[in-house]
């Protein structure tokens, strides 16, 4: 299990992404209007609309620890556009949690990590 | 500038460490009753008590970069018990993110990164 990323609302992500990049010199990863992704400073920083997204942070775990998660969650593994796939849980004061799984040669990210790991 | 952790609320700590630790495999590296300090998956992971603190991201900034920024915000530079120093500032959905500085021989952690490059 390793950290992934934080994602943190936005209504306007062209105008969050221009700020991030003038204020932390943040490099843009992937960006279209209804969510972008960000490294911030050597860590993946998302922005989500909320309607579509829990403010959240996530921790890449493998799809077998995904599938047990959801299990136990008694939730379904949600499949996005991007590839990836998670489900989220959520800690005692309702912060929401993403287990999140990058699928090799199933995703637009580099997975060297988790195919090496494999 | 380099990232440096994200923060999220809890009215618990007690409560929410423990459900960090079992679920995520948390490592605590500071704990009390108003806030805690985590370790999870590689990257720290704040949990605070609303009323004293925003939910944020935060990024390590020199102490220069800390007063530029500060000046340029007009805030004060705020000092903390564990001996760092910051601001928060805020982006334009109003999500909190901290310039935070470890002063060398003034904090409690590690300042290594950070004395030797300077």
Redesign the interface.
Known sequence: ????H?A?????IA??VA??RE???AEVLFQDETWAFLN????K?ALVTPTQHP?H?A??VSEGELLEAARAAKVEVDSHRDGTRGIY?Y???G?A?ELICYPAGKTIYETSDSTSSS
């Open positions: 299990m390793e950290f992934d934080t943190v609302p936005s209504h306007d105008a969050s700020w991030y204020h932390l010199g911030v400073g050597g860590q920083l403010p942070v921790v890449r849980v800690d005692p004061f912060n949690v």
